[in-house]
């Protein structure tokens, strides 16, 4: 039998068959995660079938504080403890809605499109939720550039950024005097593809 570990979850010491899958469930914000999820299973045929709110792929949902997070990842982490960075939850049973333990295992992103592809999963042609749900796709005036353009992280803002504004404004000022853009790459020890990317405006358009 499997017993949960515990990892922080609040977790209780009922064991996972320890309910009836069946039993009344009342709603109560004071259970733990493990009281919340464990008793309200429908177990039959191996899975431990999640019966709440699912995604459209059928996976299980169920709310943490305030965030929803799957079902099937909340019973392996009540199981075996947190999930390594990267790492998805995949399903031995090609079952969506369980959450059984056993049936799950950890695999990596490649691994995961691999089973669904094994197991005739992956949405092709006119099962692919682009022709399914064209009305979905963030394009246009519902592009996230232009629904929230304060969010787009620009010149120093974003992470990899090599240069700052000043360095610009100086590279710009010092090209339009005439000196060559492989000295001023020379002197930052920059690519002179930078260079004169900046200078043209191409980069760093919005100084």
Known sequence: MIT?????????????DGVPARQKWTPNRYLSVEQRLWPRLVKGDGCWEWPGDRNTEGYGRICIGNQKRYTHR???ELTNGPIPLGMFVCHRCDNPPCCNPEHLFLGTAID?????????????GDASGMRKHPEKIPCGDRNG?????????????????????????????RHRAGEASANIARELNINVGTVRDAVAGRTWSHI
Do not use: C, F
């Not at 949960?4 to 996972?16: E, F, K, R, V």
């Open 4 to 16: 949960p570990a515990t990892h922080g979850l609040q977790l209780s010491l009922l064991p996972h």
């Open 74 to 76: 909340t019973a392996w």
């Open 112 to 124: 995961n499109n691999r089973d669904m592809k094994e197991k005739g999963r992956a949405a092709r």
């Open 145 to 173: 550039a232009r629904t929230h353009p304060e969010s787009i992280l620009r010149g120093e803002g974003r992470w990899n950024a090599k240069l700052s504004e000043a360095d610009v404004l100086m590279m710009r000022q």
